[in-house]
């Protein structure tokens, strides 16, 4: 048996449907990129007629370039006592244009009865007449086998006869779902296995975590032969999450020799799930297994002087083989090595042990201790860099600003900022309407700053996200501003962080122009040499 496992990232779809979590367009586009970066088989997009959204989204992801994944659109078989032709489900997932479809059917004879309310024999049907008519359209077709595991439980002889109108209408791999998320690692293990004696097909998983076992339940599915494992990339999905990727890859690929995505994109699996978690404007879990900040993380005494001679005496792997890293929380050493190499972009001349170094690092530390997190946010994190080292000047100087909400709302002018700059001696005062008090303010600092730097006039936010970090304080509490600038050539990302909403968003808004203000004077500069 191949030790081949094909990994279907299912974030978009199953994930959107966790509570929290809501994807824009350009947030899907930047998902499908990470996913496909870091070498997974296929990409679930969404469906295609539930969702609107999802209906441009596929319209967008056309064009992308993508070097390994595969867009899968998702759907249903066709509804009871119609042709296939005349269903609108199928027909939009024809119409998203992707060469491989998902469809689920339902396999548990108590679903079809009391549920979608029709017969046993006509589901058997619409399974089939779906899975043909779309590989007649040329497509590669998984079929999601609904409740499989509950189905054989009930009445194991239909549970399979689903699979086989499947299998026998041409379907490329059924996946077995443990929808409810209630089924237990041993019963996975033993169905599977029976499924896969059964089928030359090839056989997937699809588990829920309802009871803490949806990374127990993939491994159990695979190790009965099981070669094609959904789930999403940090884990969530409705109710308790989905199958959590970032562990079962490593684990597959790490402890038991199978083929998951590239070798090479293995140390990249906890900037990925970083990526990801910070897209989905959620804090990626710190006690996830292997990509959890935690995960290497070292605090009882005798735990780090027996890490420190020998890694393995604590460490089930070494952290880089995942991109993680080893912190020591009692130890001066943690984050160095990450840090250096954002030092020598500025300076490449200091070295770990540079008194330089030290200060950036402590300096880091006080802010990571205020809230302040540079994951995501390397335009602050190399201007701080810069302050510390006496490379940076400021490019204007803030006198003062006043912003103003106004009611009864009017769109896209609810607030006016007024602010006050010098720029080498020169005073400028401008005001701007906005969309809330952070767009006012926004805009008025930018025709502010046009007036000297015409190129700001080329500078966007094109996210903003706010992050409440310690909800004890309720309206008082801090707060976190990402955010994410582009001027059409590059994107970068800064942040804030205040009790204050607009002063943290003051703070991200400068570190983004000036960034960018930077990096133009230096590119002007390098262009003189
Ligand atoms: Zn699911």
């Known amino acids: 048996m191949s030790n081949k496992v094909f990994i279907f990232d299912s974030t978009l779809r199953d994930g959107?449907?966790?509570?929290?979590?809501?994807?824009?367009?350009?947030?899907k586009v930047k998902v499908v990129k990470a996913l496909d970066e870091i070498g997974v088989d296929y990409?679930?997009?969404?469906n295609p007629m539930s969702n609107p959204k999802d209906m441009e989204f596929f319209d967008r992801i056309a064009h992308l370039e993508l070097s390994q994944a595969r867009i899968v659109a998702f759907g249903s078989t066709r509804k009871s006592n119609i042709s296939p032709q005349e269903d609108a489900g199928l027909k939009a997932l024809e119409k998203a244009g992707t060469s491989t479809v998902a469809i689920f059917g339902k396999c548990w004879d108590f679903h079809v009865t009391d549920i979608i309310e029709t017969s046993l024999e006509e589901n058997l049907n619409m399974i089939r007449d779906s899975v043909a008519y779309l590989k007649s359209l040329g497509k590669e077709v998984i079929f999601d086998g609904e409740h499989f595991f509950d189905g054989f439980k009930n009445n194991s002889e239909y549970a399979m006869q689903c699979l086989a109108a499947a299998a026998e209408a041409g379907a490329d791999c059924l996946v077995l779902c443990d929808t409810n998320g209630g089924t237990f690692p041993s019963e996975v293990h033993d169905i599977t296995r029976k499924v896969v004696d059964t089928f030359s097909t090839a056989i997937g998983i699809h588990c829920h975590n309802d009871c803490g076992m949806a990374v127990a339940n993939s491994q159990m599915a695979v190790e009965a032969g099981a070669r094609h494992v959904q789930g999403t990339f940090i884990g969530y999905g409705e109710r308790c999450g989905n199958a959590n990727l970032s562990t079962i890859i490593p684990n597959l690929q790490l402890k038991r020799k199978m083929e998951c995505i590239p070798e090479a994109s293995i140390p990249r699996l906890t900037m990925i799930a970083l990526t990801i978690a910070e897209i989905s404007n959620i804090s990626l879990n710190k006690r996830e297994p292997y990509v959890g900040r935690c995960a290497f993380t070292h605090k009882g005494g005798m735990h780090v002087d027996a890490v420190n001679k020998t890694p393995q005496s604590f460490e089930h792997i070494d952290p880089e083989a995942v991109g993680n890293r080893r912190i020591f929380l009692t130890s001066e050493v943690a984050g160095r090595g990450a840090v250096i190499s954002k030092i020598h972009k500025v300076s490449p001349e200091l070295t770990k042990d540079s008194p330089e170094t030290t200060r950036i690092i402590k300096r880091l530390k006080e802010l990571e201790h205020a809230g302040y997190q540079f994951e995501a946010a390397e335009s602050s994190f190399e201007l701080i860099i810069r302050k510390e080292l006496g490379k940076y000047r400021p490019l204007f100087e803030l006198v003062s600003f006043k912003v103003i909400g106004e009611q009864p709302y009017r769109e896209g002018l609810s607030a006016t900022a007024l602010i006050k700059i010098i720029v080498d001696g020169k005073e400028e005062i401008t005001a701007a309407e906005g969309e809330g008090p952070v767009n006012a303010l926004d805009k008025a600092l930018r025709k502010a700053l046009e007036v000297f730097y015409p190129e700001i006039a080329q500078v966007y936010l094109i996210d903003y996200k706010v992050r409440v970090l310690d909800g004890k304080s309720a309206s008082a509490?801090?707060?976190r501003v990402l955010i994410e600038s582009t001027d059409g050539k590059d994107t970068w990302a800064s942040v804030g962080?205040?009790?204050?909403?607009?002063?943290?968003?003051?703070?991200?808004?400068?570190?983004?122009?000036?960034?960018?203000?930077?990096?133009?004077?230096?590119?002007k500069f390098k262009a003189y040499l």
């Not at 959107?16 to 947030?27: K, P, T």
């Not at 990409?43 to 969404?46: K, L």
């Not at 000036?514 to 004077?521: G, P, R, S």
Request: charged share 30%; hydrophobic share 45%.
């Open 43 to 46: 990409i679930e997009a969404g």
């Open 477 to 479: 509490s801090k707060v």
């Open 497 to 523: 962080v205040s009790r204050d909403i607009i002063e943290a968003s003051w703070l991200a808004l400068v570190d983004s122009v000036e960034y960018k203000l930077i990096k133009d004077i230096e590119s």
């Open 16 to 27: 959107a449907q966790a509570d929290g979590i809501s994807f824009s367009v350009e947030d």
